[in-house]
């Protein structure tokens, strides 16, 4: 069995990771703010998981208090919505050494450069290893309490460190083979945070859909019913404008085709087709607020830092500016002060070489 | 009988204003560039008209032909979308004298600014009697090439021409009894074009209901189901951009809000309310599709003069800007360039003091 895993967050990634690492035979402590979102889980210490992976997973302990959750774990799975991680940050720093690895599954834009840079902040001088994922390693719904749909496990899904390759694959090779199975080690976390596909995936298709969202009584599927080919085209657009921005950080990162292609092995010529022809999607529901990840998480750690970045770089970043503006003025939030822009990555003072220089720079 | 009168385009609104004047004892000959779009009427010469105004219309002519279509008419009616406004000047203007009343109904914003520019352009010096409605005059939905239903006649619906007060009062006075009877003459004309809530009520909406319209199978109700309160909210704020441009125009315009309750005397504390409680939006659909006039239309004959002119005079119009830029990106048309931007009003060239006098000077 080994040490402990601790699974931080108990949304539909956290209940899949919690139940897919204890069906694999894993120690696993589930840990998550508040105790309602726990549900039975917290008394029964068990998880239903459906699906791809499949089976009642009994847990080691189910715990709102984040002492009690790392305990001797050595891995934290961070599966908490990205908008979080700052809050994380500061909640795990007590109890992390420079012994443990901390991954972000997804770390959505700049999430291990955010981490770090919180920890740093915190006093800590010899970081842990902080790693962070291209997307959710799941394709997944949360049922209940204590239960998940696990519909995909996803193929080849990237991670890196804030470190050189060899601390990549090195932690890649400490990882139960469960985990292991799915991820790729890239050589830059530039490559996981720009190849960040639920900014393009979430963000227009929400926005373009707020009046069906939340029309009460009116359900729909979120990628069949309501990307439809010219918000796909759009969202292509808002594609082009984070492969820019990752090309002019030295870096060629795949398209959201290429990465369908790759991750769900669909044919399609553009990204509708790609969208329709994954079989995965056809039953995921869209949200039924505007209140929901796709926005809360998706626009302040995805496109705020992608915005940030472009426009030290002189690029135009017209769509990620238009959704930017729409999400902000639709929900009355400044994203772009809260969201993860240049002061909050620690980058604020600098000039374009010298982010350039800092963010290449390994770990 | 009288005069004949000329209504330019078969439309809802054309249909409408047809059959209403035929059925109020009038002559009236309808002219629409599209035979297919006249259909069945081509021949028959009949409208039937089903609501607030019932029965089967006869008409003295329904022509393509635009000569005869006015002929010795005196009035022209041109119930086109404002988009057509400018083809419309081009058309009538070797069949047009200074005695003839041309009323755009309605003109949406520098409608009678730009037919004016249009036939002066042309070489025409003495211009007819150019005037401008703020809205429809109608609430109605076509329903078939021959037949419209009339939900509601509109009361109180501002007029103006390029003139003087007077002017707008002769206009009034001399129009026949059923078409006087809606009408309020205003003092100036900026009234009438920064009164235009078709750009209000049309733009954002469709825009936020993208997946809604363009998703086949879907229906909804267009104000009912697909303006919700987040929606009507981002609309009151692009409303507010209205009214501060016409405040630096010196004219006070009444807001979206007291439009309602003046037009269709419903109550309401906002925007969403009062749609809520306007029975007569109760059974209109929405678009099937975004080529529709609620963009084609109210984007570049609404949001693209507002801007340009907000933008004279410093103004920040920062969600007149977001819509237009939505719609040009989805659309993939540059609506400011194609649209009633400053140079098509014959205004490019100058000064925003220069600007609010030729704009503030009567016709």
Redesign the interface.
């Known amino acids: 069995m080994g040490q402990p895993i601790t699974v931080l967050g108990a949304g539909s990634s956290g209940l899949a990771t919690a139940a897919h690492l204890a069906l694999s035979g894993q120690r696993v402590r589930l840990w998550n703010r508040s105790a309602t979102t726990l549900g039975q889980a917290l008394e029964s210490k068990k998880i239903l998981s459906i699906g791809a992976v499949a089976g009642r997973a009994k847990l080691e302990g189910v715990t709102t208090d984040i002492r009690d959750a790392i305990g001797n774990s050595k891995i934290l799975m961070v599966t908490t919505p990205a908008n979080a991680h700052i809050d994380i940050a500061r909640l795990v720093a007590p109890h992390v050494s420079s012994s443990m690895k901390i991954i972000l599954n997804p770390g959505r834009t700049f999430g291990a450069l955010e981490f770090a840079h919180a920890l740093r902040q915190l006093g800590m001088d010899r970081l842990p290893t902080i790693a962070e994922t291209q997307t959710i390693i799941y394709t997944c719904r949360k049922l209940a309490d204590d239960s998940v749909t696990i519909l995909k496990l996803k193929q080849n899904v990237l991670i890196s460190t804030l470190g050189q390759p060899e601390e990549t694959q090195r932690l890649v090779s400490s990882l139960p083979e469960c985990l292991r199975a799915q991820f790729v080690a890239t050589d830059h976390w530039v490559r996981t945070s720009l190849g960040n596909v639920g900014m393009i995936l979430h963000c227009l298709?929400t926005?373009?859909?707020?009046?069906?969202i939340?029309?009460s009584g009116?359900e729909?599927k979120y990628y069949y019913?309501?990307?439809?080919?010219?918000?796909a085209a759009?969202a292509e657009?808002l594609d082009g404008e984070r492969l820019s921005v990752a090309r002019h950080m030295g870096c060629e990162v795949e398209s959201i085709i290429e990465w369908f292609r790759r991750t769900y092995a669909v044919a399609g010529n553009n990204l509708f087709e790609c969208i329709r022809n994954n079989e995965y999607y056809r039953t995921i529901d869209a949200p039924t607020s505007?209140g929901h990840r796709y926005l809360s998480e998706d626009v302040p750690c995805g496109l705020v830092p992608l915005e940030a970045l472009g426009t030290v770089f002189g690029l135009p970043m017209?769509?990620t500016k238009?959704a930017i503006?729409?999400a902000s003025?639709?929900?009355n939030v400044d994203f772009r002060a809260q969201g993860r822009n240049l002061d909050r990555l620690g980058l604020g003072a600098n000039s374009m070489d010298e982010i350039r220089t800092l963010l290449l720079r390994s770990g």
């Not at 926005?207 to 069906?212: D, I, K």
């Not at 019913?225 to 918000?231: E, F, K, W």
């Open positions: 298709p926005l373009l859909n707020v009046g069906w939340e029309c009116a729909f019913d309501g990307i439809t080919p010219s918000i759009l657009r505007l017209r769509i238009l503006d729409l003025n639709l929900m």
